[in-house]
């Protein structure tokens, strides 16, 4: 069965650091992973996708995810952080049906200036 | 802009109620989604519905249903609520052919 582990439940970086999100997965398949990020009482709005054309993907607000099946690792990271970027990411991925997307626990970001 | 809406807001009922929850779904998406997410922790899937047919489920008991309408507008309903169904409700459309979900903003359940 499809699962994700992100390592780390709060991650605190200063504003103008590297933001590095980690994320485990498992897979039985190729998967398609997810980065959603949720501020508070929002839903979740999805930051980038890996769906196998390219192992480093871009998304909004200047995230990028790189895919290493190596290490089936899917970790998030921005160069210089936001105050912003404060918030909560998740990391999931989709089950082998692409019916249901399985969360990781999330990791809460904290930017302090 | 995802264009999903959720209704209500916020809710609060009591232990052996029963609620419905109700989801606007994005023009041009064919499937919707529900996900339950309890404070702290990640969204769990609850249910998918493509062409107003259930099509897949998470672990939910079945006192956890849902509906969608042909306009893709969906619905959830919790009979019997339990406390543990205190959560925040998210519902997802999307499309099968680009494996894709756009959450809107949810529902707050409270079950007192």
């Known amino acids: 069965a499809q699962s994700v582990t992100q390592l780390g439940s709060h991650v605190s970086v200063s504003e103008g650091a590297l933001v590095l999100l980690r994320c485990n997965y498992s897979?039985?398949?190729?998967?398609?992973l997810f980065w959603y990020v949720q501020y508070p009482n929002q839903g979740l709005q999805l930051l980038l996708k890996?769906?196998?054309?390219?192992?480093l993907v871009k998304g909004i607000n200047g995230f990028e995810a790189e895919f290493k099946k190596s290490e089936t690792s899917f970790h998030l990271t921005k160069p210089s952080a936001h105050m912003s970027d404060a918030a909560e990411y998740f990391c999931?991925?989709?089950?082998?049906?692409?019916?249901?997307?399985?969360f990781g626990k999330g990791t809460t970001l904290s930017v302090s200036s | 802009e995802t264009g999903v809406t959720q209704s209500p807001t916020h809710l609060i009922k009591t232990r052996g109620q029963q609620v419905t929850l109700r989801c606007s779904s994005q023009s041009g998406h064919n499937t919707v989604s529900w996900y339950q997410q309890a404070l702290g922790q990640g969204p769990q899937f609850i249910f998918q519905y493509y062409r107003e047919e259930e099509n897949g489920r998470g672990n939910f008991p079945p006192r956890f249903s849902g509906l969608q309408f042909p306009n893709y507008s969906s619905e959830l309903n919790v009979n019997a609520l339990e406390l543990d169904d205190s959560a925040l409700y998210l519902c997802?459309?999307?499309?099968?052919?680009?494996?894709?979900?756009?959450f809107g903003p949810g529902t707050r359940l409270t079950v007192l």
């Open positions: 897979s039985s398949v190729p998967p398609y």
């Open positions: 999931a991925v989709s089950d082998m049906a692409g019916t249901a997307l399985i």
């Open positions: 997802a459309s999307g499309s099968l052919d680009y494996n894709e979900q756009f």
């Open positions: 890996y769906t196998s054309a390219a192992t």
